[in-house]
């Protein structure tokens, strides 16, 4: 697993290659003047006696001035590498941030039915950073360690092979426990990121339904249901948190018991002779600088576990099957006449349950089809397989004549102005909404689409007028004037088929007396699907198509549908009714 990771993550290190070398140079050449520093140590305090002279005291002098001097130099590298190694892991992250970002646009839709948008947002967000200040974190640090264990073993056994046989055996004993802990630390580092991501899903469903929350009176139990998830994302953290702490005392601990040894042990030694105070000092601090790169090189593994962790989420999130780009056959919109026909289509969100059943029909070019029946008989559906949005299961639908499974799916759905019962606006003007995917068109236009789409009154009315800032969320507009300025984004794109899914739900009936006129002009010769609860409003359809569990019940004008006397006219007159 760690290889296969390493692997991945190679394309985002590999382009940074010849500043990471740069980096590792620098912190060789300061891990030298580390080295040096404990040896200049020594050679000070072997000056330090009794009647010094003052060629001592100046070779003393000189020798504080050099370990002055390394230690300055030492930081500064230092400081130029942390600073050097944050930039190169912000710009990682920020390629990986945009690829995630583009590769959501790439997934079906079936893909966000599956997944939860709180998941999504701790890959993006808190998985990505997680990878980044580990990067930052770690940078040369692994390299720079092993070189400076290395060379502080090498110069520990030259002072004394028997001192440093002693180090060698606490640090092993130190390896074998530590091993056990990471691999514990590691798993719930694992658990914890998916306790976020549910946590992060609970506040975005809390958010986007506050309207619900407030005329339900939920907030105290979802108050209590966020206290039990971050109770969960608490106790594992801790558990975590737990683990991973070990590392440090322990190896605090272990290490000040090989200074007391080594102290002890060579305090026997300067008596037999065999070492020098200055040279017993420097192998002390060797000794520091050997267990120091070891406690590191331990940290810098949970760092690693972090890393893999969120590496395999944000890299099982990128290998997540993208959308299909379909045929290759040329597409001239110019050209395109605009007859539909659904020939046995067959279609199941999940295996064995069938959503549409056989479904055949045709619309000719130019006519307004209103689709009509009971919640979950599969009106959403047929658009939504009109614009690719899902693959069928058996049967063809073609346009004009041609299996759209030969288009592009990208080209195929320029052709669609679609207008969704929940309408969707993003930060910005009023103006920059209307024109959102057709960005060449005039201020002239703008106005006209917005007059058409009854929404040029009221618009005209704000304070800034078309430069109004709004948003999703933006209280300033109600949503059935967020719904007539979605309406004028499609007039403005002039698409050559028209999907209208509730369209006229968010608006009072007086707005929709007058939408129902600018809906008869812009699907004048354009052919239009109209899904509608309110059966008033597709009187003038060219047909009528009654679904229910996935089936066309009755087809034809409303004339006759009311003359048939079947399931139509009972859902007419009931809402006549009422």
Sequence with gaps: MKNSILKKLTPYLYQYRHKFLFLVILAII??????????????????????????????????????????????????????????????????????????????????????????ILTILINDIDNISSSLSQIGTRIIVNILTISTALVIMIYISPSLTVIQLILVSITGVFLKKITMKSKEKRRIQQRHLGKLNSFVDEMLTGQSEVKSFSYEERAIEKFKRLNEDYKENAIKTLFFSGFNFPTLNFINNIGYSLIIFIGAIFILKGRLNLGELSSFIIYSKLFNRPIASISEAYNIIQTVIVSSERFFQFMELKEDSLGGDRELKADEIRGSVEFKDVNFSYEKDVAILKNLSFKVDSGKLVAIVGPTGGGKTTIVNLLMKFYDISSGEILLDGVNIEEYRKSDLRKLFGMVLQDSWLFTGTIAENIKYGNENISDEDIINSAKLACAHDFISKLPMGYDTIISEDNMVLSQGQKQLITIARIIASNPKFLILDEATSGVDTRTELRLQKAITNITKNRTSFVIAHRLSTIKNADLILVLKDGAIIEKGTHKELMELGGFYQTMYNTQYAI
């Design 30 to 119: 300061g891990n030298i003047f580390t080295l040096i520093g404990p040896y200049l140590v020594g050679k000070a305090i072997n000056q330090i006696h009794i009647g010094m002279s003052r060629e001592n005291f100046i070779f003393l002098g000189q020798i504080s001035g050099a370990l002055l001097l390394t230690y300055i130099l030492g930081a500064f590298l230092s400081l130029i590498q942390n600073v050097k190694m944050n930039v190169i892991s912000q710009e990682i992250v920020n390629t990986m941030r945009k690829n995630a970002f583009s590769k959501i646009h790439k997934f079906p839709l079936k893909t966000f039915n599956t997944m939860s948008q709180g998941n």
